[in-house]
């Protein structure tokens, strides 16, 4: 394994956790919001 394999396994598990979790978070926001109105 180098750098750049490093690197992508890096920049794959980041873009798996955000696209995992987004859904969690703008629910969370809106319930936020909603309670904040």
């Not at 394994?1 to 978070?25: F, G, H, K, R």
């Amino acid at each position: 394994m180098n750098e750049a394999d490093a690197l992508d396994i890096v920049q794959y598990a980041v873009w798996t956790v955000l696209t995992a979790s987004a859904p969690v978070v703008l629910v969370a926001m809106a319930v936020g919001i909603g309670i904040a109105l």
